[in-house]
């Protein structure tokens, strides 16, 4: 069974950098297909996509937030990390990692993790 795990700092400074990490255990995190995926969802709206890498590193970013993200992974800890630089209070939302594939007919996420708060604020 597929576990994930968002692990960093629930309160970041404006223009400060948020790091999180993700942590998966079981299943497999080589899989060529595979999207390890950041989402968020700021308070009252809805999901919002941050970006995803493969396991080869090919990384994709959302394109509002794209100048401010980077993902990276580490396959053989079985970690991937989001850092969005320049964080403002808009920032402030319950962060998820997820386990995703890209198919012919679309992106799907099987695993998710628990979700961690992150509020900017001074």
């Known amino acids: 069974q597929v576990q994930l795990q968002e692990s960093g700092p629930g309160l970041v400074k404006p223009s400060q950098t948020l790091s999180l990490t993700c942590t998966v255990s079981?299943?497999?995190?080589?899989?060529?297909?595979?999207?390890l995926s950041w989402i968020r969802q700021p308070p009252g709206k809805g999901l919002e996509w941050i970006g995803s890498?493969?396991?080869?590193?090919?990384?994709y970013y959302s394109q509002s937030l794209d100048s401010r993200t980077s993902i990276s992974r580490d396959t053989s800890k079985r970690q991937f990390t989001l850092q969005l630089s320049s964080v403002t209070p808009e920032d402030t939302a319950v962060y998820y990692c997820?386990?995703?594939?890209?198919?012919?007919?679309?992106?799907?996420?099987?695993?998710w993790g628990q979700g961690t708060q992150v509020t900017v604020s001074s």
């Open positions: 079981g299943g497999s995190v080589t899989t060529n297909n595979l999207l």
């Open positions: 997820a386990r995703g594939f890209a198919t012919t007919a679309g992106n799907f996420y099987d695993s």
């Open positions: 890498i493969t396991p080869g590193g090919s990384a």
